[in-house]
């Protein structure tokens, strides 16, 4: 039984020191981090309701233009692969290339546009409220 106890004491040591040095090759890089979204405005306050986070990733085709639209959440995502222009109702415009990052525009008219040549994948993570929109598109005044 000591032997046992021995035994299983030095295979605790041994799992902790080789976690220890996976754990030292683990590397983080800080993508994005601000309490503005990416045309300066201060992002708004989280409501005191029931928060809902959704992540979705969203495939653009090339030479393809979004409807113009508006997220009441706070939300941020990462280009994976291709390129993404945001312009904004006051025409800020935003470029994107694979690997950046956008902390998205709140309250704000926009759209997203691909004038590249591959399609743009966009990881994207909303702070939301449950059973509330997290994007609104604007609708065409005939």
């Not at 000591?2 to 030292?24: E, P, V």
């Not at 979705?56 to 390129?83: C, D, S, W, Y």
């Not at 040549?117 to 065409?140: N, Q």
Request: aromatic content about 8%; overall charge positive; hydrophobic content about 40%.
């Amino acid at each position: 039984m000591k032997n046992l106890i021995c035994g299983f004491c030095l295979f605790l040591i041994l799992s902790t020191y080789a976690w220890a040095q996976d754990a030292a090759q683990v590397k983080v890089d800080v993508l994005a981090k601000s309490s503005d979204s990416w045309n300066g405005k201060a992002l708004p306050g989280y409501p005191d309701s029931k928060p809902e986070i959704t992540i979705l990733r969203i495939l653009i085709p090339p030479k393809t233009r979004l409807p113009e639209h508006m997220h009441p959440v706070i939300n941020a995502g990462v280009l994976i692969k291709g390129q993404l222009t945001v312009v904004t109702d006051k025409n800020k415009i935003l470029r994107l290339k694979a690997g950046d990052p956008i902390i998205e525009v709140v309250d704000t008219w926009h759209y997203g546009e691909n004038n590249g040549d591959e399609t743009a994948d966009i990881i994207v993570f909303y702070a939301g409220v449950k059973g509330e929109p997290i994007t609104v598109k604007k609708s065409v005044q005939k």
